[in-house]
Every structure is written in C-alpha cells, then in structure tokens.
C-alpha cells in the first residue's frame, strides 16, 4: 500500500464512507496493499490530487538527504536507518524491532531480584559517506513526532502508525516508513531571518564612519562659530542615533533638514565640500534601506543583548500550516507578533564577535520558545510522548483510518462470538473495542480550551530539544559563511539582567560550561560537547570580544547583580560592557585597542570545521544501545 492509498484510507473513513468490516481475506489483503487500475476519467482525476498534493519520492541520496537531490539543512537519520531494511514488506513488529533495542534490566522487589525486558533507543554508526564512524541514534521523540510509534510508560506499543499496522496485521515498506519520517512536522519548519545580510553592516557602518568625520572635521575648523557648532552638534546626534537603530524617517528627515542648513552657508562651505557632502548622504541612505527592510526587534533591549556586537541577527522557527489537534490550529505569535508569522516555535538572536586571533564568532544572545515553556513545565517526559496529554495530528489519518476498519471488524466478530456462546472470546474482544474508540476519542475529540487534561502540540518540547536545533543551525550558517565558532553569552554577562532565573542558568550555564550555581551541566555548553564529539573539534572557553576591535574608543560601563540569598548568600555578579565605541576620541572615552586583554571576555564555545556545512542532524544524541556497525546503506 502507498503512502497515498494510506492517507485516502484513512481520509474516506473519517469522511463516513463505510469500509468493509469482514476480517481480511487473502482476495481482500491483495486490495488493501495494491492500487486497482484507475480509469481513463479516474487517471486524470488522479493527475489532478497528484499536482495539488505532490508525492514524497523516496530515492538513493547521502546520508541524512532523505531522498532530495539538494542536500536539506536538517535531515534523519532514522529515515537511513528504514531504507537499511532494504526491498520487501514488513510487520509493525518487524519495523518495531529495526527501529527500536531491548534490554534486559535487574532490579529487585522487597529484596528479591526481579528483571524486565525494557526498550530503548536505537543507536548504530554510518560507515561511509561523511559521517563515517559517527555514531547517531533513533530517538523515541522522533518516532512519535512523525506518529510512527507512541510508548507508554512501561514501554509498549500503545499508538501510532505501527499500532494500527499491528491491529490490522498490514504490512508496510521502506519507502512507506521512510515518507512518514519525511513529513515529520520538524522537518517541515521554516526559517526567517531579521537582519542585515553579510557586507550590508559593514557599508552602513562605513558610510556614518564617512559622514561623522566629514562634518565633525567642519566643526573643528569652525571652533568659534556657534551657529556652524550648534547644526554640526545637532547632525552629529542624528547619525548617533541611526547609528544605534533608528531607521525610521524621523531621524533622517532630521538629518537632512540639519545638512542642508550646513550646506547653505556659503561662506563656509565650499562647493566641493558640498558635493562631498550631498554624496556621504546618498551612501548613507543607500546603506541603510537594507537595515530598514529587515529590522531585527531585540537588538537595542539592554536586557536581553549584550551591546557590542556586529552583525546583529534574529531568526524564528515556524510551522506554516495549521495544527488541528491545538486550541488555535494556528497560534498568534509571541515576541515577533509584527513579523504575522503564526506557529513560531522557537527564535535565536545572535551577533558576531572575534576572538583575540581575529577569527570570527556566531555568538547566541538567547534561544527561546514561547509555545513549549508551560507544556515542558506541565508535563513529564513521558507524558509528552504517551500520546494522550499532548497529540500529535500529523500523519494521524493513517492511523485513525486502520483503526477505524478494524474496531468495525471486532465489532462483527463480537457479534459472532456472543451468537455462539462465546463469552470470554465476546469480552476480550469488547476490551479491545474500547480500547480503540479510547484512541479515537483522544484524536477527534475537541481541545476545551480550559482543560487541564490536554496540552497543545507543537515539535520540539523541551529547552535542550530546540536549543540542539538552534545549535546546529548556526554550526551550519557559520561553515557556509566562514565563522570560526558559535558561543553562547554565558549567565553571568547577559541573562543575569533579568533577574535571577534558575532556568536561564541551567540552559546558558557559565564559561565553564558548568550549570546552576557553577556545578553540573548547563544544558547549551554540553549540546556543544556532545556536537564537538561528532565533529571531531574542540568546545570549551573561548575569549571573544566585548566591541568592535575597529573601534578603539570605548565608554566603558557596569552591571552588577546580587544572587538571592536563597540561592548563593552574598555573592554578586559585576560585569563590564561596552555602551558605545567609536574611531575617534569622545567625551567619557577610553583607549582599549585591538589585542588589549580588557578588550575580551570568556564564554563557552564550540569550534566550527567543515563538515558543519552539511545536512545537520535532527534530534539531540541521547542513552540507548549501541547496535551493529552500520552496513553501506541501501535504499530501494
């Protein structure tokens, strides 16, 4: 059975139109695998969905591409895991096996030993391609984001595509398997970028560079005059503030204004000096149509950004199509409400920093999601993937419509049953009945928008799922566009301003790369270890710049910050940061030039190489069993 025939299967039953609810007879078994020869009036109709809804082709490509040609910016691993299965059809038990590891674990109950068999997550290594010898795993996340498999806590079976397979006792493909890990909603999310592109900072930066010493160079040649020194001053502050984000028209029709009164005194202004001066002010409206265009909303909260950065950039993650199982299918946006973008499930905003060799640094402000904060809170990890406090609509016709067919073939064997006095055979089967309509219900039934029982679904749930997204994202963005490393601002120089927040210490740690308190693990230094493993390179404490090292002259500033008592008694926070640079000399200045030790601070830091330019990982590496080495994949 194809993909396709699946979805219409599913679709035809909830659209009421009655299946045939004997069990499956051979004859009948070769219907619901195989496509039945369309008519000429049918084939065109066919053309037409197919146009409408393009089919996911499933073909030969490299490791993590799932079947494109051009290489994706996240692809899975468990889809190269499927296609290893190679040609043939295969039980949900079957797949179940593939794609999962069992264990045998030992405990004891009142002093006697006892043991269980427990499922666990797959875990094997690529012998080729890129990422050969890297070891990647298949995580129980995955499976119930693509609706594959769903777990309960004692680790059986209880939903999913493979539930229903297993209910119905169909058997399914690679290509099957492999287009549900396709569509899997992560794979689907989209990025926008607010912000300047490469070069656009450093022309606009260029161009008030130009401007400022042009008409700071008139005013020293014009100490005496208070009329020339009031419009210089007055121009000097316009460029200041487009210098430091204000893009708006008010600040350049003031700009303008103040020039032109400049230019028209003729007595001291010569007619090259006005022609300069017309020319800096057309570079500069020029270079900040790009600043304008794509303005960022954070880069000038104090909070929130570390001032000193170039190159500043946020980027959100969203879901571009409804979420059927939501309160609101599609969810109004939260911080980046102006962008209209619904379903935004997490944002990075980051800038670029250099360490004291000169090389480049991707360096994370914050990593957030406004949508998952109160699901991760509110439930555990297992009831996150149980399948009935959160559900996943994607991929769910399939599965409703299987279960569906076989609760009305039960429903006929019951009768069967208690027709000839059958009770214990009547009252299992009843057992399975309702245990069916039980899974129906927790799909079609509406979400009560002040149920506690059920939370919305979005992908990627916890901090360390969205951060290792994040994480990745920006590895790849700097190996395309020559950035050395990707830090992140660690608790103590920027988040601290928030007050003290136990979750923002835990996931920005310190320059240690410790967590809460300077101890243990914080959660984005070790998504760096663990990336730096994979990749072969180094992640530790790395020095990065506090400003521009063009832009010797600093005004110096501090923050400082008192832990609660509760938390570490009398210890403070006292960190520097640089409010405003510039080339030249100002009022409340300090020289602090280029190599400089007061020039640096420490964060925690992974080393970008290479093979980060390639199709990144979905999913964080978590525990398992390592299985063996994988075999040249095959696909069909």
Do not use: C
């Amino acid at each position: 059975m194809s993909l396709r025939s699946l979805f219409q299967f599913g679709k035809r039953l909830l659209k009421g139109k009655k299946e045939s609810a004997q069990p499956a007879t051979g004859q009948q078994q070769r219907q619901i695998t195989y496509e039945p020869k369309p008519s000429q009036a049918q084939g065109q109709e066919l053309v037409k969905q197919e146009m409408r809804n393009p089919p996911v082709v499933l073909k030969k490509t490299k490791p993590l591409q799932m079947g494109d040609d051009i290489a994706p910016a996240f692809g899975s691993s468990t889809y190269d895991w499927a296609m290893r299965l190679g040609r043939g059809k295969y039980t949900a038990d079957e797949w179940l096996n593939h794609l999962t590891s069992t264990r045998k674990v030992n405990f004891k109950v009142f002093g006697q030993p006892a043991s269980k068999i427990e499922r666990a997550e797959k875990r094997f290594k690529y012998d080729s391609g890129p990422f050969a010898g890297k070891e990647v795993n298949i995580s129980k996340e995955e499976l119930f984001d693509t609706n594959l498999a769903i777990f309960n806590d004692a680790g059986d079976l209880t939903g999913g595509l493979l539930y229903a397979a297993k209910k119905f006792g169909l058997k399914l493909d690679a290509n099957e398997i492999g287009a549900m890990i396709k569509l899997n909603p992560v794979n689907r999310l989209k990025p926008m970028e607010l912000g300047v592109q490469k070069g656009a900072q450093e022309a606009f930066e260029v161009a008030t560079k130009n401007l400022d010493e042009a008409v700071g160079a008139i005013a020293k040649k014009n100490p005496n005059d208070g009329d020339i020194r009031s419009i210089t001053d007055n121009i000097l502050g316009n460029i200041k503030a487009i210098r430091s984000g204000e893009y708006g028209k008010g600040a350049f029709n003031n700009l303008r204004d103040e020039l032109k009164m400049l230019k028209a005194r003729q007595n001291i202004i010569r007619p090259e000096q006005r022609a300069t001066l017309n020319k800096l002010e057309a570079e500069l409206n020029n270079a900040v149509a790009p600043m304008r265009n794509n303005k960022t909303k954070y880069q000038n909260e104090t909070s929130y950004t570390l001032q000193g950065g170039k190159d500043y950039r946020e980027t959100i993650f969203y879901l571009d199509e409804p979420i059927k199982s939501n309160k609101k299918p599609l969810t109004d946006p939260g911080h980046f409400s102006e962008t209209g973008l619904k379903n935004q499930i997490y944002h990075v905003r980051y800038d670029t920093r250099f360490t004291p060799e000169g090389k480049k640094v991707f360096m994370i402000n914050e990593i957030q999601s406004d949508v998952n904060q109160s699901v991760a809170k509110s439930l555990s990890k297992m009831q996150q993937l149980g399948g009935e406090k959160r559900i996943n609509p994607f991929q769910a016709d399939i599965e409703i419509g299987l279960l569906s067919q076989n609760r009305s073939k039960i429903m006929n064997e019951m009768t069967d049953a208690i027709a000839k006095g059958q009770p214990n055979k009547a009252q299992a089967l009843a057992r399975e009945s309702r245990e069916i309509q039980q899974k129906l219900n927790n799909v079609f039934q509406k979400r009560d928008p002040y149920s506690e029982k059920q939370f919305d679904y979005f992908p990627m749930v916890e901090a360390d799922a969205y951060g290792d997204h994040a994480l990745k994202y920006l590895m790849q963005k700097a190996a395309r566009e020559g950035v050395d490393y990707v830090a992140v601002a660690p608790f103590n120089k920027l988040s601290f301003r928030q007050g003290y927040k136990a979750g923002n210490e835990r996931f920005y740690g310190y320059a240690t790369g410790k967590g809460i308190g300077g101890k243990g693990k914080a959660v984005m230094p070790d998504l760096m270890k663990r990336q730096a493993r994979f990749y072969s390179t180094q992640a530790g404490p790395t020095k990065i710049t506090l400003s521009d090292p063009k832009m010797p002259y600093k005004k110096v500033r501090k923050d400082e910050f008192k832990y609660p008592d509760s938390v570490q008694k009398g210890k403070k926070i006292t960190s520097e940061y640089h409010d405003e640079v510039s080339a030249n000399p100002f009022s409340g200045s300090k020289l602090i030039p280029d190599g400089d030790p007061r020039l640096y601070f420490d964060a925690f830091a992974i080393k970008v190489n290479p093979l980060m330019r390639s199709t990144q990982k979905t999913y964080k590496a978590r525990g398992g069993l390592v299985v063996d080495m994988f075999k040249p994949i095959r696909y069909n």
